[in-house]
């Protein structure tokens, strides 16, 4: 007995034939011939419920895509768009998401805290009593209870903070503050580059240490890299305690480059140092045609004592090493109230971006800004316009001369809808500012190591201080200022006169602006 199929193709032979006498063999062997009608002829029905099968499971991807994006995804614009992707794409759209959807990096951090949560000690909780600064405007009352709220850190008064204009005021300062601890030096940066000036670093860390002096380095792992020479390895060499955050290796595998600890710490018994400032002969200016604008903070009173806690949380998460928190004076040594405001990724909350956004929110006067990478998050960016629209003088000064160029050019992209809202955007010359800055109404400010972009408000592990002072205040803004009169500001029609070909640059750098 024949196959079927054989029987369907003998029909439409003769039908063929019928039809076209001449020319019907001719066609029949054709059409016989093709693969694709011989398979849908055949009757091969493992091969059908294997294709079913395929089917069955590419659905079943795409729906645990989505369910995982909506479930994890923050932006619904986000969920939405790789919702999409993954019912559209099939297996394409999955494995997209997979690649480029899971933010790993968090992940990773969540698994990091709630590893270090159960060893951390009792001063990483410190209780936290309600003090806001007294005679003080009702905004920034608001704002002293969104930083307690957000942080469980209390403000404390009493403090001085004096500005140290590049590497030429900061670095002997902190050597000097080195030279004369007696009881322990710690040390946290980014970047510890090998030069004059992490020679310098390592000569007076090695003094401390030989005299007796605790003292600790804590290098990112990433910021390694930037230098081929290790200046931190010849501390480790001369005894001195070092470690690194989250190092890139290949065994046991952490890859995870996003992670970076992004603080700058420097805690001398009672002097402690903050702001943005890496060690690297980039921030000396005196005599280089090619350097870096940044100011760092010299601190005293018991603000000390939150720097101090700060760095050994840093330590501890670093090295699995809780050690007691050395006592300090507390001694009252100014008018500043202040507050340590640590971020990182790794929980739900987002605690610089919801400061920021509180403090503009609450602005009734002036926002000054200035910082050297400008992608804020969407929140930050309707702060700022709601701010404009209803009359707050926002000025934000950026760098015109970048070391990142795709972010200055994503940043363009951003600019018309904060100018439509009347912010004022001014490009401050080279050399390229590297300062993170933020001034309100008068009486607030925020110094530190965290810039306007995802980077650092998603990804970075961050410290921040605020500062409720006028004074404090008056030379912040006085700084700002003086960058704006040596700045241009730019304008709509600026923005319109750039080429077809640069608007599409712009467009292009803005897209990948998480990334960034």
Not at 278 to 291: A, Y
Not at 315 to 332: D, K, V
Not at 373 to 383: E, G, I, K, Q, R
Not at 402 to 427: D, I, K
Request: aromatic content about 8%; some cysteine.
């Amino acid at each position: 007995m024949r196959h079927a199929g054989t029987q369907e193709l003998e029909t439409d032979r003769l039908f063929l034939r019928r039809l076209l006498p001449e020319d019907a063999d001719m066609m029949y062997a054709n059409w016989a011939s093709d693969p694709q009608v011989t398979r849908f002829l055949r009757w091969e029905p493992h091969k059908n419920a294997l294709e079913t099968l395929g089917l069955l499971a590419a659905h079943i991807l795409s729906w645990v895509a989505v369910c995982h994006a909506l479930l994890t995804k923050r932006d619904p614009r986000s969920a939405l768009g790789w919702t999409a992707t993954s019912l559209l794409l099939p297996v394409l759209g999955p494995l997209l998401y997979v690649l480029f959807g899971i933010s790993r990096a968090q992940s990773r951090a969540e698994k990091i805290m709630r590893q270090r949560a159960a060893q951390e000690p009792e001063y990483a909780h410190p209780a936290c009593p309600a003090e806001p600064p007294e005679q003080v405007p009702e905004n920034i009352v608001r704002m002293a209870h969104l930083g307690r709220n957000l942080t469980d850190q209390h403000l404390c008064g009493g403090n001085t903070l004096s500005p140290l204009r590049n590497g030429d005021e900061a670095y002997p300062a902190m050597l000097e503050a080195i030279a004369a601890a007696r009881n322990h030096v710690f040390l946290a940066t980014y970047i510890f580059n090998a030069g004059h000036t992490g020679t310098a670093f390592t000569e007076a860390l090695a003094a401390a240490a030989a005299r007796g002096v605790d003292v600790r380095v804590l290098v990112d792992g990433i910021g390694t890299l930037y230098s081929w020479r290790k200046p931190w390895k010849k501390l480790a060499a001369r005894g001195i305690k070092v470690a690194l955050f989250l190092p890139p290796k290949l065994f046991p595998p952490n890859l995870s480059i996003n992670l970076r600890n992004h603080r700058k710490v420097l805690v001398c018994d009672d002097i402690g140092f903050t702001g943005g400032m890496n060690i690297s002969d980039d921030n000396i200016q005196s005599g280089r045609k090619s350097c870096v604008q940044d100011v760092h903070f010299r601190c005293l009173g018991p603000i000390v004592n939150q720097l101090r806690r700060a760095f050994l949380l840093n330590w501890g998460f670093c090295t699995g090493e809780y050690t007691p928190l050395p006592p300090g004076s507390g001694q009252i040594k100014g008018e500043s109230h202040c507050r340590i405001v640590m971020d990182g990724p790794g929980n739900d909350a987002d605690m610089l971006n919801d400061l920021f956004c509180g403090a503009v929110n609450t602005a009734r006067r002036s926002v000054r800004i200035m910082t050297p990478y400008f992608l804020p998050t969407h929140d930050l960016m309707a702060s700022l316009r709601s701010a404009g629209q209803r009359g707050v003088d926002v000025r934000v000064v950026l760098p015109a001369k970048n070391n990142l160029p795709y972010v200055h050019w994503a940043t363009f992209r951003l600019l018309p809808t904060l100018l439509n809202a009347g912010v004022r955007v001014w490009y401050q010359p080279p050399p390229f500012a590297h300062t993170k800055l933020l001034t309100v109404d008068g009486y607030y400010s925020q110094i530190g190591s965290a810039n306007l972009d995802a980077r650092s408000l998603r990804l970075n592990f961050e410290l921040n201080m605020e500062v409720f002072d006028p004074a404090f205040h008056g030379l912040l803004a006085g700084h700002i200022d003086d960058a704006i009169s040596r700045s241009r500001e730019i304008t709509l029609a600026d923005l319109k006169r750039q080429s077809l070909p640069v608007k599409l640059r712009n467009a292009a750098c803005w897209i990948f602006s998480p990334y960034l």
